[in-house]
């Protein structure tokens, strides 16, 4: 296939239009800032520079060195912690980085099923390197909740060297206490991959895991808003339990698993972080998780299985089993609607994976462009007309009207 730059430049600005009038509902999807973009757009990716601050092995660093020296001390003050690297590509190189820097090949992994809301880096079995590189057990849920004595007995039984515990669909709040009590009886190492809700946990929305695990890793784009990069942090906690961890990471990142940093999205990744410190930030993370909450009770009113009856995040996942249809069925009827969710597991789920008995839909985009309780209103009626009449492809169309006027009223950044 032959194709020229300005049709690049066209499909771009097609996907800029695309997400201009359409409502982004995707949890793990956002909108970052101009001044993140340009940042990632800029010339910074025009330099190599392998190794760390003051300690590269290519010359020409100096201004690099300050970008990354100030990315790190950032991430250091706003979640404090005493450890940053900021070099990972995205969050699952990051995740494989920490389980290369503690682990050997073959050693015992703990984290919650992907059914269940897990992340495929959590020991998901056959498929990944997390589950055919270590021994994996994997805990699952009771009615899509977690039972902490459940996964304590397990702990106590398997004794994993590692639990890295997270998720990317499971919407209730974690028991960070509970999980590194755990992880302490048994001698294990605690990873918490807080991906999801990075930004929640900046805005004080959510409650941050960093007094009881030994390392923390995440995203930088979800609801922290930066750019697709991540970043490992390591607590006083994990320094206390091995005082080389920091350097143990730093090793594993590069020259372990990764070549030069992006330095571009280094810089995002400051800018983002920058951004998250001020009151507005703040306000957003509350109106992203009122904004969720809301929308849940709403399409629970309104006849929707809501998987744990309630959100406590950004998140909701919704099981279609009881109205015997498929997920990816709804998934694309509402996206012919311009509601864009994605077809999601649920637990307990029989169906394969391609064709899973839920949908996953959050609210970090939509609040980023300004939509609060008047509009979660509006759009959970038009999600509930959509799943109950799936194949009336003139709703769709009429609906995909009303969205795209909707979003006419309210800005992408």
């Given at each position: 296939?032959?194709?020229?730059?300005?049709?690049?430049?066209?499909?771009?600005?097609?996907?800029?239009?695309?997400?201009?009038?359409?409502?982004?509902?995707?949890?793990?999807?956002?909108?970052?800032?101009?001044?993140?973009?340009?940042?990632?757009?800029?010339?910074l990716m025009n330099k190599y520079s392998e190794g760390y601050s003051?300690?590269?092995?290519?010359?020409?660093?100096?201004?690099?060195?300050?970008?990354?020296?100030?990315?790190?001390?950032?991430?250091?003050?706003?979640?404090?912690?005493?450890?940053?690297?900021?070099?990972?590509?995205?969050?699952?190189?990051?995740?494989?980085?920490?389980?290369?820097?503690?682990?050997?090949?073959?050693?015992?992994?703990?984290?919650?099923?992907?059914?269940?809301?897990?992340?495929?880096?959590?020991?998901?079995?056959?498929?990944?390197?997390?589950?055919?590189?270590?021994?994996?057990?994997?805990?699952?849920?009771?009615?899509?909740?977690?039972?902490?004595?459940?996964?304590e007995e397990l702990a106590k039984r398997e004794r994993p060297k590692?639990?890295?515990?997270?998720?990317?669909?499971?919407?209730?709040?974690?028991?960070?206490?509970?999980?590194?009590?755990?992880?302490?009886?048994?001698?294990?190492?605690?990873?918490?991959?807080?991906?999801?809700?990075?930004?929640?946990?900046?805005?004080?929305?959510?409650?941050?895991?960093?007094?009881?695990?030994?390392?923390?890793?995440?995203?930088?784009?979800?609801?922290?808003?930066?750019?697709?990069?991540?970043?490992?942090?390591?607590?006083?906690?994990?320094?206390?339990?091995?005082?080389?961890?920091?350097?143990?990471?730093?090793?594993?990142?590069?020259?372990?698993?990764?070549?030069?940093?992006?330095?571009?999205?280094?810089?995002?990744?400051?800018?983002?972080?920058?951004?998250?410190?001020?009151?507005?930030f703040k306000e957003y993370g509350r109106q992203v998780v009122a904004?969720?909450?809301?929308?849940?009770?709403?399409?629970?009113?309104?006849?929707?299985?809501?998987?744990?009856?309630?959100?406590?995040?950004?998140?909701?996942?919704?099981?279609?089993?009881?109205?015997?249809?498929?997920?990816?069925?709804?998934?694309?009827?509402?996206?012919?609607?311009?509601?864009?969710?994605?077809?999601?597991?649920?637990?307990?789920?029989?169906?394969?994976?391609?064709?899973?008995?839920?949908?996953?839909?959050?609210?970090?985009?939509?609040?980023?462009?300004?939509?609060?309780?008047?509009?979660?209103?509006?759009?959970?009626?038009?999600?509930?007309?959509?799943?109950?009449?799936?194949?009336?492809?003139?709703?769709?169309?009429?609906?995909?009207?009303?969205?795209?006027?909707?979003?006419?009223?309210?800005?992408?950044?």
């Open positions: 296939m032959t194709m020229k730059n300005n049709q690049i430049t066209e499909l771009i600005r097609l996907e800029e239009k695309r997400q201009r009038n359409t409502l982004m509902m995707i949890p793990s999807e956002n909108y970052a800032s101009k001044a993140v973009r340009n940042a990632v757009g800029s010339i003051g300690k590269r092995y290519y010359q020409g660093n100096k201004i690099v060195d300050e970008i990354e020296t100030f990315t790190i001390e950032k991430a250091k003050e706003l979640f404090k912690v005493e450890h940053v690297n900021v070099q990972p590509y995205s969050g699952s190189p990051a995740n494989a980085e920490v389980l290369f820097a503690l682990l050997n090949y073959g050693d015992k992994i703990m984290g919650l099923k992907l059914s269940s809301g897990g992340h495929l880096t959590h020991g998901h079995p056959d498929i990944t390197f997390s589950g055919k590189y270590f021994t994996s057990v994997q805990f699952g849920t009771d009615d899509g909740v977690i039972n902490y004595d459940e996964v590692l639990m890295i515990i997270g998720s990317t669909a499971y919407p209730l709040i974690f028991d960070w206490e509970r999980l590194g009590a755990i992880a302490d009886a048994i001698g294990a190492w605690f990873v918490a991959d807080i991906s999801h809700v990075a930004g929640l946990i900046l805005s004080d929305v959510y409650p941050s895991p960093v007094a009881y695990c030994h390392v923390v890793t995440t995203t930088t784009h979800k609801t922290l808003r930066g750019p697709r990069g991540a970043i490992i942090m390591v607590t006083s906690k994990g320094i206390k339990k091995d005082s080389e961890l920091p350097g143990k990471i730093d090793r594993a990142v590069f020259p372990g698993l990764q070549g030069g940093p992006h330095n571009n999205t280094t810089a995002g990744i400051a800018i983002a972080l920058s951004e998250a410190e001020r009151p507005s904004n969720a909450k809301l929308l849940a009770e709403l399409l629970k009113k309104g006849g929707l299985t809501i998987v744990t009856g309630k959100t406590e995040c950004h998140l909701i996942v919704v099981d279609l089993r009881p109205l015997g249809v498929s997920g990816s069925v709804i998934a694309q009827a509402l996206e012919d609607a311009g509601i864009i969710v994605n077809k999601n597991s649920v637990p307990n789920d029989s169906a394969p994976p391609y064709r899973p008995s839920g949908i996953r839909l959050g609210t970090p985009a939509i609040t980023t462009r300004g939509m609060k309780e008047k509009e979660m209103k509006i759009i959970a009626k038009w999600i509930l007309e959509v799943v109950k009449n799936s194949a009336d492809e003139k709703l769709q169309h009429d609906i995909a009207y009303k969205v795209k006027n909707l979003c006419s009223k309210f800005k992408c950044p």
